[in-house]
């Protein structure tokens, strides 16, 4: 049995967000985002001065937002705040995060396109579908949003899945062997957030029992977590 004592002290991660990283170094790529990652990386030479950048929830639009917004030093805009940074933009860059996941203020949107291309700036748009299906009334802003550029994002395949949990590991300084990340792929839904959140309950649970992360416990914590548990009872 080894002495527990010379291990370095690692605190429980208690939150989601623990070493994970959005810079770009730290973006895994595969072929379902690298077209939207291309577009962040060749800011500000952009085919339009507006992108709507579209996926599934889960499909890691947020992360590229972020990654983005830090990028280009962009002003984050509530969606149902739009009027109130309009005045003080000026010529910086603006992101509006899930633009569409409620009603869109047409006029407010409309309006900061229009301040956005006269400053000769960027507007990121994210969201879950395409322009055309926002249900959008107002011809001059329907005329903008055709302008604009879309790139499509889509869920997370194998390859993705596999280097993002891995990645999430390494994140905390554990190494998991393969065969248990292969597992976690095949039977998590594919979302990088419920990556994430089974990464972060893996490795509290092999903390507080002071076990390896193996198949077994990955087993338990996935069906833990299809049964809606939301923490262990240990």
Known sequence: MSDHRSDPPRQLPLDLGH????????????GTNAEAAALVDRWPD??????????????????LAQIWQTHAGAVAIDPGRIGEHIAGLGARPALIDDIDRGPIDEQGLFHLINIVRGAGSTLLLTARRFPSAWRVALPDLISRLKAAATVEIHEPDDLLLAGVITKLFAD???????????????RIE???????????????AALERKTPITRALAAETVSAMDEGQGEFDI
């Open 190 to 204: 594919r979302s990088l957030a419920t990556a994430m959140r089974v990464v972060e309950r893996l490795d509290r």
């Open 172 to 186: 905390r300084q554990v190494e998991v062997e393969q065969h248990v990340v292969q597992y976690l792929v095949r």
């Open 46 to 63: 952009w085919p339009s001065p507006v992108v709507v950048l579209a996926g599934p929830p889960g499909s890691g639009k947020t992360h």
């Open 19 to 30: 070493g994970t990283g959005y810079s770009r170094d730290e973006l895994v790529v595969s």
